[in-house]
C-alpha cells in the first residue's frame, strides 16, 4: 500500500481500529486508566513496528499526540512488545465486558458463503497463526507446546482451541514442525529436521 492515504481511508481505519479496541489512547488507558479520547483530545492513529507503509491492523493503534511522540523516541522492538501485551490487554477487557474485539470485528467481516462464519474466520485466523508460529520458530528455534499455542492465539486473534488444532495439523508427519520432549519432561515444538 502506498504511504500516503486518502481522508476515507484514514476514517475507514480510525473507525475500526475505535470499534476494536475503543476510541481512546491506548497507552493512557492501560498505564494510567486514564481515558484520553475524543471529545477533548485528538487520537492518531500509530504504527507500531514505525513503518508508515504497514497497514496491518495489528500493527495500528490509536494514540494521543504525546504518546505518539514518545513512541518514536522508544526501539522498534521494545515499542511492538508494549503495543501488542497493551492490545492483548485492551482485548482481555473488551471480552469481559462483552463490547467489540478484534476477533469479533474480523468474523463480521467475512462474508457468509460456504459455511458459518466460524469457517470463514478460518482463513483469516491459520494464515496469522502460521505467520505468527514461523516468527517464534526463526527467534526461538523452540518452543514449549503450551506456550506456542498460547502466543500463537493471541497474534491469530483465535481461541486456544483453534491454536491447538492448527498445531496438530501441522505437527503431522508431512509437516513443517514436529514435537519432542526437553530434559524436564516438557513438550518443545521444533522444525522438522
Known sequence: ??????????????????????????????????????????LEIDHADGDPMNWNWE???LVCHRDNCRLREMPVKARTT?????????????????LPTWKTILKDEITYEYGPPEMQAH??????????VHQIMREEGSEKKKDLITRAAHYAKCSKQTSTNYLEVYTSIDSPFMESSDSQGNVIITYRK
Open 1 to 42: 500500500m502506498p504511504k500516503y492515504q486518502t481522508n476515507a481511508q484514514r476514517q475507514h481505519r480510525y473507525e475500526k481500529i475505535a470499534r476494536a479496541e475503543g476510541e481512546r489512547c491506548i497507552i493512557c488507558w492501560i498505564e494510567k486508566k486514564v481515558r484520553r479520547g475524543p471529545p477533548n483530545v485528538n
Open 123 to 132: 482463513k483469516v485466523f491459520l494464515k496469522r497463526w502460521l505467520f505468527r
Open 82 to 98: 508494549m503495543l501488542q501485551d497493551y492490545s492483548d490487554q485492551v482485548e482481555k477487557e473488551r471480552e469481559r465486558e462483552n
Open 59 to 61: 500493527n495500528l493503534h
